[in-house]
C-alpha cells in the first residue's frame, strides 16, 4: 500500500493546514471533471486526505499503518454521504465541503469557508460628451429606475415598530444543508437560505410597501462628477449606486464615455493638435493668424520662411492633467502652406524674379 504522506507529498510531521493545502493542490489537478482528471488518482489522494486530516484516525495511521480499520482495501465509489465505503464494508467519512472548497461553486452550491455575503446588481450605462466636455469635465445627472433600499423599513423588510424573529427555515444559520449526488457519490453541499436571503432572521409582520422584501423600484438621481481630461472609453465606477439587495451590499454603477469627435482639434494624452492652413507669401514674409483654441481665439505669430509641416507650440492650452498644480499639455499648431492653383501675369513675373534670385 502507499504511503499516505508520500501520496500527498507531504512530510510525517506535517501540518493540518500543510496536508490540507497539498490536498487541494492535487484534486484540483487529479478531479475527474478536469480535463487532466484521473480517478484512480483522485481516490488516492481523497482516501490520503480524509485520514490524514482526522486526528484520530491519523494516530491510529502511525502507530499501526494500513492495517487499521480505515485503511484496509481501497476506498469504493457509492459510500455513505460525506465519504467513501472501504472494501471490507465499513466506512471511513470526510467532510467534502472541507474538500471541495477550493472548487468554489463547481459542485451546484457554495461549500463551508466559501460563503460570500450577498450583493446587489450592477448597473451600466453609457453617457455620451462633446469634445470640450471631456478635455476640461463636467457634471452630469442621471435618473435612474432601480431596485433601491426600501424606505418604510429602511431594507429590513419589517413593518415599522416591530421585530424580527430567527427564520425557522434555516433555524438562523443563513444556510441550508443539501445532499446531493454526483459521480463520486452523495456529498453535502451548503447555499444560502431563500426565505431570510442569508441573515438568518426574517420579519415578524412584514412591511407594505415592500412586501418584505427590504427593496422597492425606486426612482433615484445619480450626479456624476465627470473629471477633466477623460478619454474615449473610458469607465467611471460608482460604488454602491447600482442595485440594492436585501441582506446584502449595493451594487455599483459604471458609466461607460463615449466622446465626440472634433471637427478641427484632434487630441494625443494631455496634447491638442490643429492643422492651419496659410498663405504662401505669409509663409515666406511671415504674419500674425488668429487660433480657435478650446480656451478662445489666441493669436500667433508665423515666422518668415516658415516650412510646410512645421508646428508651433502654444503652451498651457491642452489638456488640463488630473494631480494638483501640474500644467496643462500643450496646444499644437501644425502649418500647412497653400500653394496657388493659377497665377496671374503679374505674380508669375515675380516668381520668376525670385528663381533668378535663387529662391
Known sequence: MKDYYETLGVQKGATKDEIKK?????????????KTGDEAKFKEISEAYSTLSDDKKRAEYDTYGH??????????????????????????EFDLNDIFESFGDM??????????????????VDIELSFKE??????????LMKNGACVSCKGSGAR????????????????????????????????????CRGTG???????????????????????????????????????????????GVSGDLYVKIHVQSHQSIKR????????????????????????????GDVKIKIPEGVKHGE????????????????PRGDFIVKIHIDLPQKLSKNAKKLIEELRKEGI
Open 22 to 34: 497539498a490536498f487541494r493542490t492535487l484534486a484540483s489537478k487529479y478531479h475527474p471533471d478536469k
Open 67 to 92: 492495517s487499521y480499520a480505515g485503511g484496509q482495501g481501497g476506498p469504493q465509489w457509492g459510500g455513505g454521504p460525506g465519504g467513501f465505503q472501504g472494501a471490507n464494508g465499513q466506512g471511513f
Open 107 to 124: 459542485f451546484g452550491g457554495q461549500t463551508r469557508g466559501a460563503r460570500r455575503s450577498s450583493r446587489g446588481n450592477d448597473i451600466s
Open 134 to 143: 471631456a478635455v476640461f469635465g463636467t457634471q452630469r445627472s442621471l435618473k
Open 160 to 195: 415599522s415598530g416591530t421585530e424580527m424573529t430567527t427564520c425557522g427555515t434555516c433555524n438562523g444559520n443563513g444556510r441550508i444543508r443539501e445532499t446531493r449526488q454526483s459521480v463520486l457519490g452523495q456529498f453535502a453541499t451548503v447555499r444560502e437560505c431563500t426565505q
Open 201 to 247: 432572521k426574517v420579519p415578524k409582520e412584514k412591511c407594505p410597501d415592500c412586501a418584505g422584501f427590504g427593496v422597492r423600484r425606486i426612482e433615484d438621481i445619480v450626479d456624476i462628477k465627470i473629471p477633466a481630461g477623460i478619454e474615449h472609453g473610458e469607465m467611471i465606477r460608482m460604488t454602491g449606486r447600482g442595485e440594492a439587495i436585501q441582506g
Open 268 to 295: 494625443d494624452g494631455d496634447t491638442l493638435t490643429m492643422s492651419v492652413r496659410i498663405k504662401l507669401s505669409d509663409a515666406l514674409l511671415g504674419s500674425d493668424y488668429t487660433v480657435q483654441t478650446l480656451d
Open 311 to 326: 508646428m508651433l507650440r502654444i503652451k498651457n492650452k491642452g489638456v488640463p492633467s488630473d494631480g494638483a498644480g501640474t
